[in-house]
């Protein structure tokens, strides 16, 4: 899925550690967002460009994710489109898995991808040049397996990581710092990891966010995407403290060793 439309794409840090993505075409004034958990910094940031919002994108029923949908949809109009296997409310569209969908006229184009595992239906929004991950993919992560299972998490990992390299990967938090220590302990010879270390501390460091990370950046140093490599295979078994059978197995040891580390503090 390609467009030579020159788009732009601005992250709203909402909440805790929440990212609303905006999405849009540079000189139009209109947009999109994505996962507004949040209704108010997204209404002060359209006000504040004057920009207008025509439609809300959803990857997953999370309240984090959903909270602004309501409100963004009275004040603006602006319709949502939400994951079809899953109770999202208000939603004027219910996507399945493999629509294709387009808005602003046209010019862009996404594609609803299946990725459950955080939750049963959630959906990947694949575009041009980007894919929206919600709490699927992380930067050096992934989410918590509040619905499926390891298995289906896992599937839903490798079908991202399938995607094309140069995409930008446009995540629901800012977790990447705490990510990549735990890549790190999995990990510790990977060599790409100082630099994806240094590359977001410099951007939070200057107020930014450490996102968007790429597909390739992910298959570089994120470990639940790098379940075949000997390293981190030693380290999952080295945990669960047998041999593991398959890369389902080194995906599920490393998910339940991530759900109890705690980052080295600063």
Not at 92 to 105: F, P, S
Not at 115 to 120: D, F, K, Q, R
Not at 166 to 180: D, K, M, P, R, S
């Amino acid at each position: 899925m390609q467009n030579p439309a020159p788009f732009s794409i601005h992250p709203i840090p909402v909440l805790r550690d929440n990212y609303v993505w905006v999405i849009g075409i540079r000189d139009d004034p209109r947009v999109v967002v994505v996962d507004p958990g949040e209704a108010d910094p997204v209404l002060d940031w359209l006000g504040a460009r004057g920009a207008r919002l025509v439609a809300q994108i959803v990857t997953h029923h999370h309240r984090d994710h959903t909270a602004g949908l309501a409100r963004l949809r009275a004040e603006t109009g602006a319709p949502v489109l939400a994951p079809a296997g899953e109770y999202i409310s208000p939603c004027d569209r219910a996507v399945a898995a493999g629509e294709r969908i387009a808005l602003l006229d046209g010019a862009l184009l996404l594609e609803a991808i299946a990725v459950p595992g955080h939750t049963l239906g959630a959906l990947a929004w694949l575009g041009p040049g980007f894919v929206c991950t919600g709490d699927t993919l992380f930067a050096a992560g992934c989410g918590r397996l509040f619905e499926g299972t390891p298995a289906a998490m896992h599937a839903s990992l490798q079908r991202l990581a399938a995607l094309p390299a140069e995409l930008q990967v446009l995540c629901g938090h800012e977790y990447t710092l705490a990510n990549l220590a735990f890549a790190g302990v999995v990990e510790p010879h990977n060599p790409a990891l100082p630099a994806a270390v240094a590359r977001a501390r410099q951007r939070l460091d200057a107020g930014v966010p450490s996102l968007p990370t790429t597909i390739a950046e992910e298959r570089a140093v994120n470990p639940f995407l790098r379940t075949g490599h000997a390293e981190v295979r030693v380290a999952a078994e080295a945990r669960a403290g047998r041999t593991l059978p398959d890369e389902a197995a080194v995906f599920a040891t490393l998910r339940a060793w991530k759900d109890t580390f705690t980052p080295p503090s600063e």
